[in-house]
Every structure is written in C-alpha cells, then in structure tokens.
C-alpha cells in the first residue's frame, strides 16, 4: 500500500470519520473471484500503527479495532474504532464489486466534510483504494486516505492537511485478524 506521508491535523483527530456506502446498487451476477476476494476480508481485526500530529510533531500510537461484515451479493461492509492522543476516531464504510462496470468501489465520508469515492486497483492477490476528499474546495482540512487488502491483512493510511496553517497529521495502521 503506497504510505501518505501528510497528516490529520489534531483538531480533526475528534471527529468521527465515517465510511458510507455507495449509492450503487450491488451486482446480480458479480464474477465470483472478485466477490471472493471482498469477502476474505471479513471477521474481526485488530490494528497498531502510528501517527504523527500537526500540533505536537510527535509519534503517537494509534490502537485499533475493526469488523468486517458480509451484507450482501457482492458488498462488505466495516466499522471500526480507534484510539490516539486520548481520542476516539469512528471508521465505517462500505467496499463492494460492481458487476455493472467491472471494478472495486468505496466512498467514506466524515463529520469533518469529507466525501471521498474511490475506485479500487487490483494489486497481486488484493485490493488498493485511495480516497481523496472531494469536497475539499472552501474547507478547512484536505483528508486522504488509503486503504489495502493485501496478504490476509489490512493496511490503513490517513492524511490530514489544516488548510489555514498547512499542519500535516498522518497516521499508519496495519491490521491483522
């Protein structure tokens, strides 16, 4: 998973980032290996990383849990909780395979304005997403985020860039079940 090397700015450390799901309906008749590889994924998961704030310049450790659930056809769905700086960041969304145009779809969305869509890229034997707020336009943060299916694992990178002061906070999660 390519690593972003910006950051979430302290302030946005409090909100809740929440995935949502796409507005696409799931596929009828989705080719079987790609549905497959979505739903490797489910069970439950835990994660350690770390994430470097823009108000302190500090590493801090980031602990996280997540599930992963089968919701549908062709659909995961996941929610998750972590902990960093004394803070609780909400992660939920939803990944899925849509028959309809062949490819990987994700969207997340948060209370600090973030609308991200993105298309996932197969690579090796999993998947790649990268989603960069589409709503940044007149807002105070920019957020990006990465996520991975790779190896029975999960990898998770977020970015967030304080627009006013050009802060930079990331943080690094790998998950394993």
Not at 67 to 80: C, L, M, N, S
Not at 98 to 112: F, L, P
């Amino acid at each position: 998973m390519r690593s972003l090397h910006r950051a979430l700015p302290a302030k946005v450390m409090g909100c809740a980032i929440v995935l949502a799901s796409l507005p696409l309906s799931g596929p009828a008749f989705a080719a079987q290996e790609d549905v497959d590889l979505l739903k490797s994924y489910v069970g439950d998961w835990r994660g350690r990383g770390s994430a470097v704030l823009a108000s302190t310049g500090k590493e801090e450790t980031v602990v996280c849990r997540m599930a992963v659930e089968d919701t549908g056809a062709a659909r995961i769905t996941f929610d998750g909780r972590c902990t960093l700086a004394g803070r609780t960041i909400a992660v939920a969304g939803t990944m899925i395979w849509n028959e309809q145009v062949g490819q990987y779809e994700a969207a997340m969305s948060s209370v600090a304005s973030f609308q991200g869509v993105a298309i996932g890229r197969r690579s090796g034997g999993g998947i790649d997403f990268e989603l960069i707020n589409r709503n940044a336009e007149g807002k105070e943060y920019r957020i990006e985020a990465a996520m991975a299916l790779q190896d029975a694992q999960i990898g998770m990178d977020f970015q967030i860039t304080d627009l006013s002061t050009g802060g930079v906070t990331t943080a690094q999660v790998p998950f394993t079940q």
